[in-house]
C-alpha cells in the first residue's frame, strides 16, 4: 500500500536548469495537489487537480508548472530555477477526507 | 485576515503531562472542517484527526482529542499523557465548504518539545 510516492527526496539545482518532481498516487483519488513548506511558515499551495485534464493554480504558482493526464500522477515542473525556489515540496492526494502527503522533497536552488 | 491562527509557536512540556495546542479559525461558513497534522524531524506529514463543523460531539482518536468550541471559533488539540515521541511540529488546517476543490488553509505551525 505506497500511498502517495514522490521523487526525489533530495534535490539540487543551478539557478536557470528545469526540473520535474514526480508525484503518483494509487489510491484513486481525485484531489492532488502541491505544496511547499518554507521554515516559519505553514504550508503554501502551489497548484492543484480536481481530476485528470484539470488543474488550476494555488497561492504561489509562479514558476510552477502542472499537468494531469492521469488519476495517478500529478507532476510538478520548475521551469527556471531561482533561489527563492528553494523549500521543502510535499504532493498530496484526497477523495473528501484528510489530505494524503508523500514524503516530501527538498530542494535547493544555488 | 489570517484564517488559521496557531498562536504558540513553540512549546515545551514535562514527559507525560497533557498538552493543550491553540488554534483559531475565521470563517463565515457554516460548514467546514478542521484537521491536525503532525510533522515530526523526520519531514512526513501525518494525519492526526478531524472535526466537522457540525460534529456534536468532540473528536477523539487514542491520546488525542478535539477541543471544538464553535462560539469561539477554536479547535485546539489536545495530546493527552503526552510521550517523548509527541515532539514535533503541529499544523491546524480548515476546509471550507463552499471551497469545492478540497483545499485546506493552513496555520504557522505549533512546535512542540517533550522533555524527558
Known amino acids: 500500500n505506497a500511498g502517495v510516492t514522490q521523487t526525489p527526496k533530495f534535490q539540487v539545482l543551478k539557478t536557470g536548469q528545469s526540473m520535474t518532481l514526480q508525484c503518483a498516487q494509487d489510491?484513486?483519488?481525485?484531489?492532488m495537489s502541491w505544496y511547499r513548506q518554507d521554515p516559519g511558515m505553514g504550508l503554501r499551495l502551489i497548484h492543484y487537480?480536481?481530476?485528470?485534464?484539470?488543474?488550476d493554480q494555488g497561492e504561489v504558482p509562479n514558476g510552477y508548472n502542472v499537468s494531469r493526464s492521469t488519476t495517478e500522477d500529478f507532476p510538478l515542473r520548475l521551469l527556471s530555477a531561482a533561489p527563492s525556489q528553494t523549500s521543502v515540496y510535499f504532493c498530496?492526494?484526497?477523495?473528501?477526507?484528510?489530505?494524503?502527503f508523500g514524503n516530501g522533497t527538498r530542494l535547493t536552488v544555488t | 485576515a489570517q484564517k488559521i491562527t496557531q498562536t504558540q509557536p513553540g512549546m515545551f512540556v514535562q514527559e507525560k503531562e497533557a498538552v493543550t495546542l491553540d488554534c483559531t479559525y475565521d470563517t463565515s461558513d457554516q460548514s467546514y472542517g478542521l484537521f491536525w497534522y503532525k510533522q515530526p524531524s523526520s519531514g512526513e506529514m501525518i494525519f492526526l484527526i478531524y472535526?466537522?463543523?457540525?460534529d456534536e460531539q468532540n473528536a477523539t482518536e487514542g491520546r488525542y482529542s478535539l477541543n471544538f468550541q464553535k462560539a469561539r471559533k477554536s479547535a485546539n488539540l489536545v495530546i493527552s499523557a503526552s510521550q517523548l515521541g509527541d515532539s514535533a511540529m503541529y499544523f491546524c488546517?480548515?476546509?471550507?465548504?463552499?471551497?469545492?476543490?478540497?483545499?485546506?488553509?493552513w496555520g504557522a505551525g505549533t512546535k512542540l518539545i517533550i522533555k524527558p
Open positions: 488546517a480548515m476546509r471550507e465548504a463552499e471551497d469545492s476543490n478540497y483545499q485546506l488553509i
Open positions: 472535526q466537522g463543523s457540525y
Open positions: 487537480s480536481v481530476g485528470a485534464g484539470i488543474t
Open positions: 489510491m484513486n483519488h481525485e484531489y
Open positions: 498530496a492526494s484526497s477523495s473528501l477526507g484528510p489530505l494524503h
